[in-house]
């Protein structure tokens, strides 16, 4: 489209970190045990047509949408937000230790469950930098796919345990295509990131 880039501002990488893993794990757990106890109920799950997720996470539909202009906020999901307050101060202080000298603040905290998503979407009207602490049950049953600085669609699959990505969301002109699909339980968590002055 006329005005719009594409671009793989993108990073990813597996997390090892040992006091991450000893303070979030007990959590973890017990939500492995039994997710719906840790699920907010004043958030809906899902949002527009239930359908195939490969075909809400696929390049029929974003280009559907990308012929529709913007889409700053996803139009279809099935996902739940869940209560992270023990494990709040962990998960900052682990993106505070990668993001020195810069203000955090937790913006996001998803349970994906076996065949969860959240459709194509740009957050066009928040830019910024954004982060995400992932947490899948299995390896390579999940992914984040976004569209790379070529238009090409790349597939991030998420290992067992803890996958971080960072990337920068742009305004309407300066876009990142985004989705998310899951074939297993996956936790994600979302930082937005701004540098102190």
């Known amino acids: 489209m006329v005005g719009e880039t594409s671009t793989a501002r993108f990073d990813e990488h597996v997390v090892y970190d040992e006091d991450l893993y000893r303070i979030t794990m007990p959590w973890i757990k017990a939500f492995g045990e039994d997710p719906s106890s840790f699920v907010m109920k004043d958030f809906p799950s899902h949002v527009g047509a239930q359908e195939d997720p490969q075909v809400i996470v696929g390049r029929d539909r974003l280009e559907e949408l990308r012929q529709e202009g913007d889409n700053p906020k996803n139009k279809q999901k099935f996902m739940f937000h869940v209560d992270v307050e023990p494990i709040k101060k962990a998960l900052l202080d682990y993106v505070y230790s990668v993001?020195?000298?810069?203000?955090?603040?937790?913006?996001?905290r998803f349970w994906y469950p076996d065949g969860g998503y959240?459709?194509?979407?740009?957050?066009?009207?928040?830019?910024?930098?954004?982060?995400?602490?992932?947490?899948?049950?299995?390896?390579?049953?999940?992914?984040?796919?976004?569209?790379?600085e070529d238009g090409q669609m790349k597939t991030s699959w998420d290992q067992k345990g803890f996958t971080m990505r960072v990337f920068d969301i742009g305004d309407t002109h300066d876009r990142l295509w985004h989705s998310v699909y899951s074939e297993t339980d996956r936790l994600s968590f979302g930082f937005r990131v701004y540098p102190n002055l």
């Open 99 to 108: 993001f020195p000298k810069h203000t955090v603040i937790l913006s996001g």
């Open 118 to 148: 959240m459709g194509w979407h740009t957050n066009s009207d928040t830019p910024g930098k954004r982060v995400y602490l992932n947490y899948s049950f299995e390896d390579k049953k999940s992914f984040f796919r976004y569209i790379d």
